[in-house]
């Protein structure tokens, strides 16, 4: 199954559309966990084991990976979560933007040496930029389209023409001349309802990644209404530190579990 | 020093604006190297001692090595410049481009875990997106402008206002907001050189990177004459592939030598 019908099934099989970002500070573990040398990936397995059932996919930021030099545990963390938990598609959360045989060889790292389902990426160079990763028929391609920072704005706001914004364009040219094979997704800030709006207006079906509910603040009713299909999916609504952090214990995946089954509960009171 | 006067000295003491980009395909390896475990730094070990005395920096594209698990090879590579040639500025190709707590963490693994000297990153997520980066007082931040694929003019083309182009907004944002503390440089391809001097026009002083001479096809007295400052400096032009596979044999490195040197003195005619 490709990246977008498996994310179709977990929508359906699982009924959420939670996304669990996996963004692991070693700082913010319980203390059973401190100073042991694979902390990093058993906190994030009991956390992905205590929520799988409840989420429609896993997103790990590779960022918090490679700033300890632990990449190996990104692997052995992406190889469970197929393992233990089939149907759940990883988005690997690494924003790469390149050309050519560069573009080739970021796609090898995310999708043959990690095992990700999809990869998010930057729009910036172009469509040659995003061709090298749409050669893996199976696999998702999620583009930056509309951030949540402050910053978001000092390009994506740009007025390109006739009132159209820079991020509205990039998703019209995604919709109508980059995915060509139906593998594309995009990023929109959840603290923009009113754009999660346009942006759905102007790709039809193409799912979208929506991070910024909980610890970033968006609002989930106003998200999930802006964002959904007219069959209440279409959303991958990422929540990161607000789940991951919630308990401070031994239990904290028992506690994250509890923070994700509400943060389900109350995204789907509005589909 | 910071990034920017090690590199002005370079300019200045070796006397070159080239600088070598390190892209290894062990595919093109020459055949005494092929198979062995530390191949990639090897190669890039060799490319590097033979040019050193030549060049104005290195750019190591990291994902050459993340497509093969080679971080600890980049991590020696880097190592490997720091002490062999000091003065030789180190720049990572990466175009890293987050926000926060995650544009820290890739901070983290640029300046601390490989210990560059700069590195790339990409404009579209805006200046909070670049500040963690410029938390490092003496490192090099290098932003993606305008870029020589064919698709860079999708969005980097597009007219922003009153005949701006997007990539001419990125240079005047960070000629006059974002570079606060003088450590911001450019990215500008050197297939348009009308455009690299429209850049020049906009940032008066500030670096820029230039790549695709060479395999790409630049023109080199073109590029020169178009992006020089008025002291005949201010450029890192980029040349990969022409410089590294120029030949195949045991003396792959003194090959690398003579086009390494025949670039530095085509730029120089043009200083």
Known sequence: ???????????????????????????RFPAHLQGRPDAIFEFCRDIVDATADLVCSFKPQIAYFAARRAEDQLEAL?????????????????KRGDIGSTAEQYA???????????VTI??????????????????????????????????????VGGGEKLFERVARLVASEWNTTGQCALVVGATFPQEIARVRELVGEVPLLVPGIGAQGGD???????GRTASGGGLMINSSRAILYAGKGEDFAGEARRVALAT?????LHR
């Open 1 to 27: 199954m490709t990246f977008v019908e498996t994310l179709a099934a977990a929508w359906r099989g699982r009924n959420s559309l939670l996304c669990v970002g996996l963004d692991p500070d070693p700082a």
């Open 78 to 94: 992406i190889a469970h979560i197929h393992t233990a938990h089939p149907g759940v598609p990883v988005i690997l959360d690494a």
């Open 108 to 118: 090898v790292e995310a999708f043959e040496r990690f095992r990700a389902d999809a």
């Open 122 to 159: 930057n729009p910036y160079m172009g469509r040659d930029s995003v061709e090298p990763w749409l050669a893996y028929p199976d696999k998702g391609v999620i583009l930056l389209c509309r951030t949540s920072n402050p910053g978001g704005s000092d390009l994506q706001f740009l007025d």
């Open 220 to 226: 989930i009713e106003a998200t999930v209404r802006a």
């Open 264 to 268: 389900r509960e109350a995204i789907n």
